[in-house]
C-alpha cells in the first residue's frame, strides 16, 4: 500500500495513467464498434465477449476514480480548502465541455442513421426493386410460356403425322421430328423422342448424345399425365420441356432451348438482394435501436474519459492555485516564512510558485530589517516618552501647520485629552482655551510666549501657566511648536490664602482694637443722656445706641472669623472614631433640619482615625449644614413640583482611608466651583465666605482632601445637587476593610 501511495503520488506516473486512460477511451469505443456494429455480422462471439469485458473494466475503473476523486473534492470544499471551488469549476467545465458534444453527435448519428434508412427504404427503392423483380420473372416467364406452347406444337404436329402414319417407324419419326423442329420459329436447341425409361428413341437436328441430360422418373411420371413438365438447367442456360406423345405408345418429346445465364444469374441476385431488403425493412426498428445503444456506449465511454481527464487536470491546475492562495492567506495574516513547493515545469504556474516564494523572502528581509529599525526608533521613543510622562508639567507637540501630534501623560490628564480622538486635530479644536497664545506667537517675531491662563475641565477650574515655543531644525526651518504647561492651581491658592491670611490678622487687628471702646462709648452714652431726655428723644437716643451696640458686636463676629481663619490652631489630634463624630453631626443637624429626609449609608463599626475630634466634628457639621443651606437657596429661587429635602451620607473604606460623601439635592455648584474655596466667595446672601475655606484647611491640616462635584440624581430625571467628598487617613484594623 505504501508503494501503492508512493506511486500515485508520483507527478509523471500520474500524468502518463491519465493521458492512458483517456486515450483508451476512443480506442474501445471504436472495437466496440467494430464488433458490434450491426452492418457486421462475422465478428466472432469470443471477440465480442473480449470487448465486453474491456468495456466494463474500464468504465469500472473510471467510476472508480470519478467517484474517489469527486468526494475529496466534497470533502475540500466542506473545509473551505484552498483551491477547492476552482478545482470544482474546472472539473464541471471539462464535463460539460465533453458531454455536449457527445451527446450532440450521438443524436445527429442516430438521426443520420434514421434518415439513411428512411432513404434505404423508401417506396422509391422499394418500387424499383419490385419492379426489377418483375421484369426478371416476366423474363422468365415468357421463356417458360414459349417452350411450353412450342412443345405443344410441336407434339402435336407428331401426333397428326402418327395418326396419318399408323405404322411411323423411329427412323420416319426422326425426318418427321426435324421436319417441325424447323418449322419452330424461335428456335430449339435440341429435340428428342424418348421412351419413359428415358431412352432416346429418336434426336432431332443439333441433337447430340453427349449434350443429352435425361429427364427425372418425377417429372416422366408428371409428363405422363399430359402435362408440360418444365425444367432449368442453369449449369447449360437452357430451359427444357417433356411432353407425352398421345399418338404413340410410351413416347414423350424432349426438348431445350437456350436462355441467357447471365439474365437468370441476376434474376437469382435480384430475388436474393429483394428477400434482404426486406428483412432489414422488417428489422428497421431494431436496426436503430442496436445503433443508438452503440452510440450510447461510445458516449458513455468518451464522457467518462473527458471527467476523468478533466478532474485529473484540474487538480494539476487547482493545486498550486490553491496553494498559492493558501500561502497568500497565510501572508497575509503575517506568516512571511511560508513557502510554496516549485514544480520543475517553465510554465506560468510554476513561474507564478517561484516568484512567490521569492516575493515572501524578500517581504521576510524587509520586515526583519523594518522591525530592526522599528525597534530601535521606538526604544528612542520610549525613552523620550518615559522622560515627557515621568514630568508633572504637561506637554504638546504642534506639527508645522499647528496641529497636536504628540501629548504626554500629564497633559492628557491635565486636559482631558484622549490620544485617538485629539490627536491630528489643529490646537484650536483640541485645547481651544491656547488658540490665542498660539495666535500671539505665530502673529509675532517672538520664539517664546508664556501667559497663565485659566480654563475649566469636568466641573473644575484650574490655573496653568502656559509657555509655548517654537521647535527648528538644525538648518534653522520650522518644524513644529512645543506647548509645556504647569498647573499652578494649588500654587495660586496657597498664595492667595497667604494673602488673604495676612489680610486677616491685619483686620483682625485694626478693627478689634476701637470695637471695645466704641461699644463701651454707646453704652455709657446711653445710660448718661437716658436719664435726661424724655419721650421720643429718649427713644432716639435708646435706638441710636442699640444699633452701635449690634453693629459692634456682629463687627467683632467677623473679627473673629478672621482671626479663626488667620490663626487656625494645630489640630491636637487622638486617636478617635469617625463613625462616632459623624453620627454625632449628623444627630444635630437631624435636630436642626426637620424638614429635611436624611439616607444614612455609613459602617455600623468603630472606625479609628488620629484626628482632633473638635475639629473635624467642626468641618462635618459645617459641610452637613451647607448641604442643608442649599436646599433653601434652591426653595428661595423657586421650590421644583414634587420636590423633597433629601441630604445622603455614604461612608466607605479602603485599606488606609476613609470616604465620606455628603450629598444634597440643592441648588448644585457653579461652574467656576474652584473658587467656592477661596475665602469670601459665596453663592448665599448672608454668608461670609470663609466656612469652605476652614473646612478644607482643617481636613488639610489631618492629611485628607475635600473636593466638590455634582451629585447624582437620587431618582431619575431629578434635580441634580452638589456633593462634598471628604478622604481621611485611618488607622488600619484586622479586618482587611
Known sequence: MDRLSLLRRNKRLRSIGTVGLVVLAPVLALATFFAFSPLNQTTDSTVRTLVLLADFIYILVIITLVLREVAQIIASRRAQSAGSRLHLRLTAIFGVVALVPT????VLAVLSVNMGLEGWFSDRVSTALGNSVDAAVAYQQEHRDDLEQDARALGAYLNINRRATPFLSDGDLRQVLNTGQSQIQRGLREAFVIDSAGEIRARGARSYLFDYDAPSAEDLALASGGEVVLSEDRAQNEFRALYRLAAFPDRYLYISREVDGQIIALLDETEQTVLLYRQVEED???????????YLGFATLMILAAIWAGLSFGERLSRPVGQLAGAAQRVGQGDLDVRVPEATSDDEIAMLGRLFNQMTRQLKGQRETMVEQNAATEESRRLFDSVLSSVTAGVVGLEEGGRVD??????????ALVEQRDNGLTLEAAIPEFASLFNKLT??????????????????????????????NEAGDLEGYVVAFDDVTQLVSAQRMAA?????RRIAHEIKNPLTPIQLSAERIKRKFSKMLEGEDQASLEQMTGVIVRQTNDLRRIVDEFSKFARMPEPE?????????????ILLQRAGQPGTRFEINIPDREVMAEVDSTMIGQALTNLLKNAGEAIESLYEKGKPQGHEPQLKVDASLTPNAICIEISDNGIGLPPDRAKLFE????????????GLPIVKKIIE???GTLELRDAEPFTDGAHRGATARITLPRIPDNSGD
Open 103 to 106: 451527446v450532440v453527435v450521438a
Open 284 to 294: 428497421r426498428g431494431r436496426l436503430l435501436f442496436d445503433f443508438a445503444l452503440l
Open 406 to 415: 504628540f501629548m504626554n501623560r500629564s497633559a492628557r490628564r491635565l486636559l
Open 443 to 472: 502673529g509675532t517675531a517672538a520664539e517664546t510666549v508664556q501667559e497663565e491662563i485659566k480654563l475649566t475641565r469636568g466641573g473644575k477650574q484650574e490655573s496653568l501657566l502656559v509657555r509655548m515655543a517654537t521647535r527648528r
Open 500 to 504: 488673604w491670611g495676612d489680610v486677616a
Open 573 to 585: 489630634t487622638r486617636t478617635e472614631d469617625i463613625v462616632q463624630l459623624l453620627n454625632n453631626s
Open 679 to 690: 475665602p469670601y466667595v459665596t453663592t448665599r446672601d448672608s454668608g461670609t465666605g470663609l
Open 701 to 703: 491640616e489631618h492629611g
